[in-house]
């Protein structure tokens, strides 16, 4: 197809050549419209409606109208035919790269991507993202209080009593009563641990420790991984002990109490609490 193409044509614009109106009063001539120039806009158009499987009609004003609608539709149907929608299950296996997918495939993606809370704890999935939901569990804490005025026996290895009610967000972490627990598996990880206690008796050889894996009765220094002890100190003194230790399924940490006065020592204000920092 080429522009208009007779005598008088006049330039549009960007070297275009386009049509004048006829102005016989001022000497002007109209754009010459060739034979030539019609047929080829004739057949131009003509093209397209058969192509859409139109007959020429001159009752029918809009066939171009209508042949544009009917080849959208078949490169539309075309598209579809090459790229189909996916399944649920193929969107989510992120393989196929030849189809498409809708708003209720791509919903029903995110929400089989959004990991579980085991999922989560495992921590080994890379291929799932976490919700806040999930996100609040992952910090796992404990915080207890001992019960007030305990009496420790001399060169006793003491585990303190609970006296308050637990603050807590373990998962399947066994329930204790004295200043002990066993991890369980989904409460695993690498956890800091902090123990504090104000003995109200006599100055020396006393101590707090943490302990894992200690045995009830006798603590190897194996399983001590924390320790504070005062061979000369003041009456009322107060013992702080941290530790960070990874702390796997069946795991036990504690706080204990030791001293080797003579009679029984009275401890009081003590805490005992931890929180997980890594998986």
Request: net charge negative.
């Amino acid at each position: 197809m080429d522009r208009i193409n007779g005598a008088g044509t006049t330039d549009i614009g960007g070297g275009r050549r386009g049509f004048r109106d006829e102005n016989l009063g001022a000497g002007v001539e109209g754009t010459e419209v060739t034979a030539l120039w019609a047929n080829m806009l004739q057949e131009e158009i003509l093209k397209v409606c058969a192509m859409a499987g139109l007959s020429p009609s001159e009752a029918d004003w809009t066939q171009l109208y209508q042949a544009i609608g009917v080849l959208d539709d078949a490169l539309f149907a075309d598209v579809v035919a090459a790229f189909p929608y996916a399944t649920t299950a193929e969107a989510i296996a992120g393989v196929l790269l030849n189809k498409i997918i809708n708003p209720k495939t791509l919903a029903d993606v995110l929400t089989a991507r959004i990991a579980t809370q085991i999922e989560t704890d495992g921590g080994t999935v890379n291929n799932k993202f976490i919700v806040p939901s999930v996100m609040r569990n992952i910090f796992r804490f404990f915080d207890a209080s001992f019960t007030p005025s305990t009496s420790v026996p001399s060169n006793v290895m003491t585990c303190p009593a609970i006296g308050a009610a637990i603050e807590q967000n373990l998962i399947d972490t066994t329930t204790f009563s004295t200043a002990k627990l066993t991890i369980g598996a989904r409460d695993a990880g690498v956890w800091l641990v902090m123990a504090s206690i104000q003995y109200t008796g006599a100055a020396q050889n006393k101590s707090l420790r943490i302990h894992k894996n200690g045995a009830a009765s006798s603590y190897t220094p194996l399983s001590r991984i924390g320790v504070m002890q005062n061979g000369v100190g003041a009456d009322n003194d107060t013992y702080i002990v941290t530790a960070m230790v990874r702390l796997a399924s069946g795991d036990q940490i504690s706080a204990d109490l030791l001293h080797t006065i003579s009679g029984t020592q009275t401890v009081t204000q003590g805490r005992f609490t931890a929180t997980r920092i890594a998986l």
